[in-house]
C-alpha cells in the first residue's frame, strides 16, 4: 500500500508516527442529545487504536465524523494535517484516503466482486481498468477470496462480503482505515476470518481506527484502547494497562460485564 511506510510502527508499539488523524473539542448534538462531548483524540502514522465502549456512547459517531458523513457542531477534524472538505470534488478525495468498512457490507448487489472493488480506483482516482482489475485481483487474493472475484455478493457468506469490502477500501490506497463495528452483522464462524484480515494490516502497518466489541482484537492489534462512554473519551491507554488496571469505575464496571462472559 504506497499510502503506508514499510518502516510503520507494528501492533503493540509504544511509539506511532506523526500525528495523521486528529480531533480537538469536537462537539455533536442530534437534538437535545450530545453525542459527542469535547472530544480530543490523536492518531498517529501506522497507529492502531479501537474505540470500546458501551452502545450509545458515540464510538460509530465519531468514526463516522472522521468520514464526514457526520458533520459535527464544533472542533475541528483534521486527517494529514488538512481540515476536512465541505463539499464537492475536495470531500471525494477525503473520502478516497479515508476507507471505511461498515457493519452492513455495503456491496453493490448488481455488481461482481471484482467490478466493486474496481468501481472506485476507476470513477475516483481514474485508475486504468486493466490496472485497476490486476489490483483489485491481489486485494481479493490477500484478504482469502480471489476465486469469488466473477460472483455477486448474494453467492457469498457474509464473511467474504466483508473480506472483499475491504479490500474495496484497500483499492482505493487510503492513509486510514476507519472500521465500525464490521464483526457485528456476521456469525461467530465468519468472525475470526475478518478479525484475521485486520490482524493482517496491523501488522503491515496500516493506521486504522476500529470501534469493535471484539476484546481479543483489542488486545493483541491496538497500539492503544479508547474507552468512551457517555459521548466522552472517559480514558485511553495500551491494551494490558486498560484489561488488567482500568483507571475509572466506568471502565472496571464495563469490562467487568463484558469479560465475564
Given at each position: 500500500?504506497?499510502?503506508t511506510p514499510e518502516a510503520a510502527v507494528a501492533p503493540g508499539s509504544a511509539r506511532p508516527g506523526e500525528p495523521l488523524v486528529e480531533l480537538h473539542g469536537v462537539q455533536k448534538w442530534y437534538g437535545d442529545l450530545h453525542v459527542l462531548q469535547d472530544i480530543?483524540?490523536?492518531v498517529g502514522r501506522g497507529e492502531v487504536v479501537?474505540?470500546?465502549?458501551p452502545s450509545g456512547s458515540g464510538k460509530s459517531t465519531l468514526c463516522r465524523t472522521i468520514n464526514r458523513?457526520?458533520?459535527?457542531?464544533?472542533?475541528?477534524?483534521?486527517?494529514?494535517?488538512?481540515?476536512l472538505p465541505q463539499?464537492?470534488?475536495a470531500l471525494a478525495a477525503h473520502r478516497a484516503d479515508v476507507g471505511m468498512v461498515f457493519q452492513s457490507f455495503n456491496l453493490f448487489a448488481h455488481k461482481t466482486i471484482l467490478e466493486n472493488v474496481t468501481l472506485g480506483p476507476i470513477k475516483v482516482r481514474?485508475?486504468?481498468k486493466a490496472q485497476a482489475e490486476a489490483r483489485a485481483q491481489e486485494l481479493?487474493?490477500?484478504?482469502g477470496v480471489g476465486q469469488q472475484a466473477a460472483k455477486y455478493p448474494a453467492q457469498l457468506s457474509g464473511g467474504q462480503q466483508q473480506r472483499v469490502a475491504i479490500a474495496r477500501a484497500l483499492a482505493m490506497?487510503?492513509?486510514?482505515?476507519l472500521f465500525d463495528e464490521p464483526t457485528s452483522a456476521l456469525d461467530p464462524e465468519m468472525i475470526k476470518e475478518v478479525l484475521d484480515v485486520m490482524v493482517d494490516l496491523a501488522e503491515r502497518g496500516m493506521t486504522m481506527i476500529v470501534v469493535t466489541h471484539e476484546m481479543g482484537f483489542a488486545r493483541t492489534a491496538a497500539n492503544r484502547v479508547v474507552f468512551m462512554a457517555d459521548g466522552r473519551i472517559v480514558e485511553e491507554s495500551d491494551p494490558e494497562t486498560f484489561f488488567t488496571q482500568p483507571e475509572s469505575d466506568r471502565a472496571r464496571d464495563f469490562l467487568g460485564k463484558i469479560l465475564k462472559h
Open positions: 500500500m504506497t499510502a480530543e483524540l490523536t479501537v474505540v470500546i465502549g458523513l457526520e458533520t459535527v457542531d464544533q472542533g475541528d477534524i483534521k486527517v494529514d494535517g488538512k481540515p463539499e464537492g470534488k481514474r485508475t486504468p481479493l487474493d490477500r484478504v490506497e487510503p492513509k486510514v482505515m
